[in-house]
């Protein structure tokens, strides 16, 4: 077997991006070839709470390391802080960073509130950029970043998003984006209008003193605008209730979306949907007049539908109507969206008439959370014994026990009634 040192250094470098950095740097002990070998590693990452006992014995390995580091591009850095000096330096770092080329900057932390340098938001080689944690985002006017095409961020503070929109705006090569605001309930003055832009995620959660969300509704909604006409994946999960408002009414290139909104936002964002979606997931806290009268999803195969909200059932009569190419059908429970505990006014009504994708199309049906109410049995024989066509049909309930105790769960006949001829039945209730 070769000796890892008969390696060449190119080989031996691209090894050592692998490995923790605090071990990486420890190989200048090797031998007198290893001394500057990992100053050409091009990915470093800095964990404080794994790595390092002393707080400032952190900060001076950190300075040393970067100081050191000799490669002409940094192809990615990550800090992970606590607390101590860390924060103190964190500056210093990332204007090094900047010098040295960096492409990807990955920032957390978790305890005490960090300024990031003006000079981190006119970088013109940063690609990737996250952000999570106590971070002030005061991004200053003269902001252009030329070359970033993801960006993620997650914030644990009320923020400036209005500096943030300017931000965006600035951006002109952007691709995916993702925003995520706890502990606050404002995301006001959030404005996405990135004509690049193809993966957009949103997400609000409200967090109460010992860490449960919970949704807060008031009269003064704010408002987050999308204008995003190349968008192809979209995902929006928010506690909050914010309005969302699509420019131009233009999602036409939208092929996946995982929609949690108010009735209004989820209503205005079906309709923009029709033409285009293929894969789509609703979990809204209210189901009950958010379908777009009229209309059909001619793309549409994939529906996932939250069985914990209001007015699930009408919602998915209309869907079943409207969409007519669907191959998979997934009904999930959610215990955070449902008032389980109180009697259910929701009852099945079929469609007129036999939907057509029940009897050319629909293959897969997979129930997660079936809670075994007279509701759910009257939906699961509807769609059992009318999907002519299904391959595989899933009922589970085993994960909600504490739902399932609440109800006299109905007893399913047997043989259960099957349409299809080829159709895999597994029952776990």
């Known amino acids: 077997m070769s000796n890892i040192n008969d390696l060449p250094d190119d080989l031996l470098v691209k090894i050592l991006s692998y490995i923790p950095t605090k071990d990486v740097v420890g190989t200048c002990l090797l031998s007198k070839r290893w001394e500057s070998l990992w100053t050409h590693v091009t990915r470093l990452e800095y964990d404080q709470e794994h790595h390092y006992a002393r707080r400032t014995g952190f900060s001076r390995f950190v300075d040393k390391s970067l100081l050191s580091h000799q490669a002409s591009l940094l192809e990615s850095l990550h800090f992970k802080l606590k607390s101590g000096y860390a924060y103190r330096d964190i500056g210093l770092w990332i204007r090094t960073a900047i010098n040295r080329r960096i492409r990807e900057l990955t920032l957390e932390c978790s305890e005490i509130l960090i300024h990031l340098p003006s000079r981190l938001f006119t970088c013109e080689t940063l690609v990737i950029l996250k952000l999570k944690g106590w971070i002030d985002l005061n991004i200053p006017l003269t902001a252009s970043l030329p070359s970033l095409k993801t960006l993620h961020i997650v914030l644990l503070r009320k923020s400036n998003y209005e500096s943030f929109s300017r931000l965006l705006s600035n951006c002109p090569v952007l691709d995916d984006l993702m925003v995520e605001q706890r502990r606050s309930n404002d995301m006001s003055k959030l404005n996405v209008s990135v004509p690049s832009l193809q ?9 109460s003193e010992n860490g449960l969300s919970y949704f807060i509704d008031d009269k003064n909604i704010p408002k987050v605008e999308i204008n995003a006409p190349s968008l192809k994946y979209l995902n929006i999960d928010d506690d909050r209730g914010n309005d969302f408002d699509v420019i131009n009414k233009d999602l036409h290139q939208v092929v996946e979306a995982r929609i949690k909104a108010n009735e209004t936002s989820t209503k205005d964002f079906l309709r923009y949907l029709t033409s285009s979606v293929k894969s789509l997931s609703l979990s809204s806290l209210k189901l009950e007049d958010v379908y777009p009268t009229g209309s059909f999803f001619i793309q549409l195969v994939h529906l996932e539908i939250c069985t914990s909200t209001n007015g699930w059932l009408k919602l998915l009569a209309n869907m079943l109507e409207g969409s007519l190419k669907l191959r998979v059908l997934k009904l999930f429970y959610v215990r955070e969206h449902s008032n389980w505990w109180m009697p259910s006014f929701d009852r099945w009504d079929p469609p007129s008439s036999v939907p057509s994708c029940m009897v050319s199309s629909l293959e897969t049906l997979e129930w997660r959370g079936y809670l ?16 002519l066509c299904l391959k595989t049909a899933i009922v589970t309930s085993n994960e909600f026990k504490g739902a399932e105790e609440m109800y006299q769960m109905v007893e ?8 299809s001829k080829i159709c895999k039945l597994v029952f776990d209730v």
């Open 199 to 207: 993966r957009l995620s949103i997400r609000t959660v409200i967090e």
């Open 412 to 419: 399913v006949p047997a043989p259960v009634p099957v349409g």
């Open 372 to 387: 075994g109410r007279e509701i759910e049995f009257e939906l699961m024989i509807y769609l059992l014994k009318h999907s």
